[in-house]
């Protein structure tokens, strides 16, 4: 099983940057898709991008499309999510995931809003992510 320690998260000014790491122990990690979601308080859980096992596939969250990137390096089990531009409504605690389902779409927003469901595995703690003058 996975375990992810996410970093780079902090206090930044609207129009800024940030780089966001995920760093996991476990064998498996290369075989994974992996994906960072946010959470920002009184609101729901929002996929922010994913990034296939093999690095080939990513997607993004419609509200992050062209500001976020996400990048993965097996041989240093990361993942990183390099945020740029960025927006108060981007505040949240940031946290990566094992994905089980393919990066994809819906991986990001499934239907039912539960990412609790068989397409998810391990989780992080999070990274807080302040966007804010």
């Known amino acids: 099983q996975l375990q992810f320690v996410e970093s780079g998260g902090g206090l930044v000014q609207p129009g800024g940057s940030l780089r966001l790491s995920c760093t996991a122990s476990g064998s498996t990690f290369s075989d994974d898709a992996i994906g960072w979601f946010r959470q920002a308080p009184g609101k729901e859980r929002e996929g922010v991008a994913c990034v296939s096992a093999s690095a080939h596939s990513t997607f993004y969250g419609d509200s992050v499309k062209g500001r976020f990137t996400i990048s993965r390096d097996n041989a240093k089990n990361t993942v990183w999510l390099q945020m740029n531009n960025l927006k108060p409504e981007d505040t949240g605690v940031y946290l990566c995931?094992?994905?089980?389902?393919?990066?994809?779409?819906?991986?990001?927003?499934?239907?039912?809003?539960?990412?609790?469901?068989?397409?998810?595995?391990?989780w992080g703690q999070g990274t807080q992510v302040t966007v804010s003058s």
């Open positions: 995931a094992q994905l089980l389902a393919p990066c994809a779409p819906l991986t990001l927003a499934p239907w039912n809003g539960d990412f609790a469901g068989p397409g998810y595995g391990s």
